[in-house]
């Protein structure tokens, strides 16, 4: 589907649209320097032993250096298929997920994504991936303080394709709608009603949202990720596995 970007969208009070700027060199975070492409093809290969396919989501996985996103004192596990701390009590999510999460979204589509929201930016990493296999990318957060550490995380990348947003992603961006494709980094109860209305007719969503299991005396709730397409018939939603995401929690703070 093509999708034509209409940015700079027209902002409203609650939605902060934040310019990704070039950093001077001599900023750059040191990480793994040249070395991380050898050991990016080497989570990449593990990817793909796990079952990622899509040759657009390996070749972002392998190209977005995911250590540049994590503090300097976890570099090292930057390239293990494990989710790390981004502050605030937050996690960027192992690269299994996001790389299963973007496979899922892009399944049907030919060629590139057009337009894409991300709800839950975080810091930045998977708007960083989803920037590789999409035309226009809309990444909203909640915490300042992490919409900033992301702008920051993503400056030397000097995507201007890629539109940061500090706002609430339980009520979407109507002003970038109608988006081909949909991704929560955050599990709520379940899936906003915004989110579906501003999702494009053939479009995609994928999220984490809650299930509530009866077990004995006490129920239990698991997460599960759900893909939902819209068709010109309506909504389909399927049930996928079980994953662990922070919850995804109304208003600014
Ligand atoms: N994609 C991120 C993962 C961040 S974790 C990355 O690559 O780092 C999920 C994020 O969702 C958290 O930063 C959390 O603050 C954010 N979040 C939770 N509820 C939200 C909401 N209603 N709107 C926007 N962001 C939200």
Request: with cysteine.
């Amino acid at each position: 589907m093509k999708q034509r970007p209409t940015f700079p969208a027209r902002m409203d009070s609650s939605v902060v649209a934040a310019k990704v700027k070039p950093l001077p060199s001599a900023n750059l975070p040191q990480g793994l320097g040249m070395d991380s492409v050898a050991v990016r093809q080497r989570m990449v290969q593990k990817l793909a032993g796990l079952g990622l396919s899509d040759p657009r989501v390996l070749a972002a996985m392998g190209r977005v250096e995911r250590h540049r996103f994590v503090d300097s004192a976890l570099v090292n596990q930057a390239y293990e298929d494990t989710s790390l701390p981004i502050g605030l009590g937050q996690t960027i999510s192992k690269p299994g997920v996001v790389s299963r999460m973007v496979e899922l979204l892009c399944q049907g589509a030919v060629g590139k994504l057009g337009r894409v929201l991300e709800i839950g930016t975080g810091c930045g990493y998977q708007a960083a991936v989803l920037s590789e296999v999409a035309t226009e990318v809309y990444t909203i957060e909640r915490l300042r303080g992490l919409h900033e550490k992301a702008r920051e995380n993503l400056r030397y990348l000097r995507l201007a394709h890629v539109h940061l947003l500090l706002g609430d992603g339980m009520l979407g961006y109507a002003q970038g709608a109608p988006y081909a494709a949909i991704i929560a980094a955050a599990g709520g109860e379940a899936i906003p009603t915004a989110w579906t209305d501003q999702l494009a007719v053939g479009g995609r969503l994928v999220a984490p949202v809650a299930q509530h299991r009866v077990g004995g005396t006490t129920g239990t709730v698991a997460q599960a990720l759900v893909v939902v397409n819209k068709t010109s018939q309506g909504l389909s939603q399927t049930i996928l596995e079980a994953v662990h995401f922070v919850p995804l929690k109304s208003g600014l703070a």
